[in-house]
């Protein structure tokens, strides 16, 4: 998925949101806990979102590479997660 000048069309249980001044994606992530969850940002416009769940006899594992725009601020990336849907919100220069 790509996040440039045009919003992200709906993939999975990921939704993207282009606003003047961020990027917010909302990510539905049933039955993952906050401590499973892992943001990380590499080259400078490519966010990674992990979240593992492991229950007794089954388990999950979510896996998505987000690129943003030359204005995307990775560096202050900031997150929610409310048990159902994590939000996390990309300032733009």
Known sequence: PSLCAQPLAVEH????ETA???YTLLIRLPGF???TITLASR????LHVVADHWTLGSGGH???K????WDAELGSV?????REVLR?????R
């Open 13 to 16: 249980a990921v939704t993207a």
């Open 20 to 22: 003047r001044n961020t």
């Open 33 to 35: 806990r906050r401590d």
């Open 43 to 46: 080259k400078r416009r490519v």
């Open 62 to 64: 979510f896996e998505r």
């Open 66 to 69: 987000v690129s943003f725009g």
């Open 78 to 82: 900031r997150a929610e997660f409310d």
């Open 88 to 92: 996390v919100v990309v300032p733009r």
